[in-house]
């Protein structure tokens, strides 16, 4: 099959998951997305650790990295328990970034500290968004305003992108690309606000609709500053067509804090 093949048939079968798992809720989705938080934790450390061996290397490392995952499960329970990430990632750092060797290799504890904010702190900001009020309408907004970025920031550049926006990072970014998401982002927000039938004014969602294109731009960014650094081309091989888990939340990780941290602040 070809990579394109591969890419449609991995969207068909994982788009129809995705959505029915976001249409339940509770104690499923919460689940299932502690589950793929393991799989992208699993990635992370590899990519940082050990990138030039099988990726099932990284399991040494389980009982490190699946603190991540715990803290997406545990935010169903109570969001509060989302602030035992930040002490474990704060545990982490101290380890790491102590000037002193003491303890062993430095650069382990970094990564699992990294990994804990990551692909547990802000993963676990999908099951805050989806467990407020309206939580399955607002995750849908931000799952498909995200989409939105995405894809016209792709369309645009591929059509007229010439200005290269971070040349040493993601050399097929541009500046015209970036326009083009910008306002498919915004748009898209306003549009499915109203699909939607949040009962948010205009007024009030434009906050978020400014916020989205420039989240999502900057998730896909880091995401690929972290490739480059690991020296791989994708997260993994775990996604057929699409590299890995970590290749697909990569702005989604960056737009659902802002969308939380807006539903708190502005609509709650």
């Known amino acids: 099959m070809s ?37 992208a934790a699993m990635e992370f ?9 099988p990726i099932r290397q990284a399991l040494s490392h389980l009982p490190t990295f699946i603190i ?16 035992g990430g930040f002490l474990f990632a704060a545990l982490f750092a101290l380890l790491g970034y102590l000037p002193t060797n003491a303890i062993g ?3 382990p504890y970094r990564v699992y500290a990294w990994c804990v904010v990551y692909l547990g702190i802000m993963l676990a900001t999908f099951v805050l968004v989806r467990d407020v009020e309206q939580g399955r309408k607002w995750f849908f907004l931000g799952l498909l305003s995200t989409f939105a970025v995405d894809t016209g920031a792709y369309a645009v550049g591929r059509l007229i992108g010439r200005h290269k926006m971070a040349p040493k990072i993601s050399p097929k970014k ?54 480059r650094r690991m020296g791989v ?21 960056f737009v659902f804090p802002v969308l939380y941290v807006f539903l708190q602040v502005r609509v709650l």
């Open 45 to 53: 450390v590899h990519g940082w650790l050990i990138p030039t061996m």
């Open 105 to 107: 290799p430095r650069k």
């Open 174 to 227: 541009t500046w015209e690309g970036a326009a083009g998401g910008i306002v498919a982002g915004v748009a898209a927000v306003f549009a499915l606000n109203a699909l939607l039938d949040t009962g948010v004014p205009a007024t009030t969602i434009s906050h978020f609709a400014v916020a989205v294109p420039p989240a999502a731009i900057i998730g896909d960014l880091v995401e690929s500053w972290m490739k």
């Open 3 to 39: 990579n394109l093949q591969l890419r449609l048939a991995t969207a068909a079968v994982g788009l129809p998951l995705v959505i029915a798992v976001a249409w339940i809720g509770e104690w499923t989705f919460a689940l299932i997305l502690a589950g793929i938080g393991l799989l």
């Open 233 to 253: 081309k994708d997260a993994s091989g775990l996604l057929p067509g699409h590299g890995g888990f970590m290749d697909r939340l990569d702005s989604l990780l």
């Open 68 to 83: 991540a995952p715990a803290v997406v499960a545990a935010a169903h329970v109570e969001p509060r328990w989302v602030f």
